[in-house]
């Protein structure tokens, strides 16, 4: 979350005078003796007075996008499915939580999570599910600011020698 805050400074400036005040002095210097006239001048001058207003407007962090790219495939003969995906854009996303259901369309439940530097470290296989016949991914991108964009899109990941 971002704050910003405004400041408005407000002077207001007041001057009585006195009807009766008739006389002017001719000079105010520190070294003027005060006479009933520099002392009449000098109460009717009132103090500046400054007042200020602060507003506090709160701007949000949206969530990150829907990641995009998403695509499982089989791995080796471990049995494991490799998940990939594109990064998203925005600057600010730290780590993608993986999920993966048994069927499709199904509940899916957390499996891991990688961070950014984790998927620019291994773009070709940033995420290895193993052991699993067959699994139903979702990737989801998570911010500085611990928002949760949307979850991708379902793609399905199959081991060797299983299909989805």
């Known amino acids: 979350m971002f704050t910003a805050a405004i400041v408005v400074t407000v002077v207001l400036v007041s001057a009585c005078s006195s009807a009766d005040d008739t006389s002017t002095p001719t000079s105010l210097s520190p070294t003027t003796a005060a006479t009933p006239t520099t002392a009449k001048i000098a109460t009717t001058i009132t103090a500046l007075t400054t ?15 829907e990641v995009t790219g998403v ?6 003969g471990s049995g494991e499915v490799v998940i990939t995906w594109s990064q998203n854009p925005e600057p600010d996303v ?19 999570t ?3 530097a984790q ?4 773009p070709v296989a940033p995420y290895v599910d193993v052991p699993v016949r067959v699994g139903y991914y979702r990737i ?25």
Do not use: L
């Open 51 to 65: 007042t200020t207003a602060t507003a506090t407007t709160t701007v949000v962090d949206p969530p990150p996008g």
């Open 114 to 116: 990688m961070t950014r």
């Open 140 to 164: 989801r991108a998570v911010d500085a600011g611990g928002n949760q964009g949307p979850q991708s899109v379902e793609v399905c990941g199959a081991s060797p020698g299983n299909r989805c």
């Open 71 to 76: 695509k499982a495939r089989t791995g080796g």
């Open 119 to 122: 998927v620019n470290d291994f």
């Open 94 to 112: 730290v780590s993608y939580m993986i999920s993966r259901a048994t069927t499709a369309g199904g509940a899916s439940r957390q499996i891991g």
